[in-house]
């Protein structure tokens, strides 16, 4: 939500206000604001889709590993979350 509260709406009121786009400015700031309120309403439900197929791959992956090593394998990303 910080990027759009910090980044995207300013850059956009900014790009209105100097009339780079022309009549378009406003149309394309009313999309970033609406664009925001989506993010608020649905956004935690899709991280959390996406959060749930990133550990079934991650699981998918360790398991593969498992069977064709016989033991488990430590790669970049299981061992950045060991280290935090």
């Not at 509260?5 to 394309?28: N, Q, T, W």
């Not at 935690?44 to 749930?52: A, D, L, N, T």
Request: hydrophobic fraction near 30%.
């Amino acid at each position: 939500m910080g990027f759009f509260d910090f980044y995207i709406i300013p850059l956009a009121k900014k790009l209105r206000d100097c009339g780079v786009f022309g009549v378009s400015s406003d149309e394309y700031l009313g999309y970033a604001e609406r664009n925001r309120e989506e993010w608020e309403m649905r956004g935690p439900s899709v991280v959390e889709g996406m959060m749930e197929r990133i550990q079934a791959k991650y699981n998918h992956h360790q398991d593969k590993n498992q069977e064709s090593v016989g033991t488990p394998v430590l790669d970049g990303f299981s061992r950045g979350l060991n280290n935090e």
